[in-house]
């Protein structure tokens, strides 16, 4: 009986569910940067929305600028916080000059906490200086077919030179969360920060609100200035079916909402029973944070 009842409610449900271009038709995504949605392991675009446009990626540099030190640098090789590093604009860890902190704990800190001080302190180690890095950022960025990218520091700081698009993004994204060790980090909602300067040990939060909130993310990273506004890239699976969203220029909360219709967009299109397993309800505490530029 369970079994014939299923049928006909799946029979029903593929009745009332328009077509694609149909559904692509009625969606929209509120925000003015840009949005996509790939499915992870083909890369097949599934919804685009001015995903070509160039905006200010904020944060979601540091995607870049952990795959760069987790392909070129020594994990294990202890990194020295530069007067410049220390100085940086937050968000930031707020260690002292000096300090020596393992890179592999820098890049935990930096997709974690956003952290820019430890994107600078990573730079410099790898390539001398920021500026050498992000020529490493974009030779990285045109061989994976970014073609819309250009990144000028390792932050996300603001930069009128420094652009990409959400299609660009979501290739970036794709790449980074087919490497375990990435993936692992973007998936933490805390951190326990440890370093030789004991003063400053530390818990340090996810600033990926979806992370505990929605059970389907599992990553990846976050993005804010004044000029980008709110940018989120997001990774989510449901029955090994896994989706990435890039969401540009939307405001707060909404930019964890939007991004939640977008995932939901695209699991509806994948299984139109989706809404009967979706058990949960989103709810993201809203914290009006003020307007300085975090990355």
């Not at 990285?140 to 520091?153: D, V, Y």
């Not at 994204?173 to 300067?197: C, H, K, P, Q, T």
């Amino acid at each position: 009986m369970k079994k014939l009842f299923a049928i006909i409610l799946f029979s029903l449900t593929l009745i009332f569910i328009p077509s694609h271009s149909k559904a692509q038709e009625d969606f929209h995504i509120d925000c003015k940067g840009g949005a996509i949605l790939l499915e992870f392991h083909t890369s097949k675009e599934i919804y685009a929305q001015d995903a070509d446009k160039r905006w200010s990626p904020a944060s979601i540099t540091k995607i870049m600028t952990s795959i760069i030190a987790l392909e070129s640098g020594n994990l294990n090789e202890e990194i020295r916080f530069s007067a410049n590093a220390v100085k940086q604009e937050k968000s930031n860890l707020g260690l002292k000059e000096g300090v020596r902190v393992p890179l592999y704990r820098l890049i935990e800190a930096m997709l974690v906490k956003s952290g820019n001080d430890a994107s600078v302190a990573i730079a410099e180690h790898i390539a001398g200086s920021e500026d050498k890095f992000a020529e490493l950022m974009n030779e990285k960025a045109k061989s994976l077919g970014m073609f819309n990218t250009n990144f000028t520091n390792a932050s996300g700081l603001p930069d009128d030179a420094q652009y990409s698009t959400a299609r660009d993004l979501a290739i970036l994204s794709v790449y980074a969360m087919g490497r375990s060790e990435f993936s692992r980090i973007v998936g933490l909602s805390e951190l326990e920060f440890i370093n030789e300067d004991a003063t400053k040990d530390q818990t340090l939060y996810t600033t990926n609100q979806l992370i505990g909130r929605h059970p389907l993310v599992d990553g990846i990273k976050t993005g804010f200035t004044n000029k980008a506004r709110r940018c989120l890239a997001a990774s989510a699976v449901f029955r090994d079916y896994k989706l990435i969203s890039v969401v540009l220029g939307a405001e707060n909360p909404q930019v964890w909402f939007e991004t939640e219709k977008l995932l939901d967009y695209g699991f509806k299109l994948k299984d139109p029973l989706y809404p009967l397993y979706r058990d949960f309800k989103l709810e993201i505490p809203f914290d009006k944070e003020n307007d300085e530029d975090t990355g």
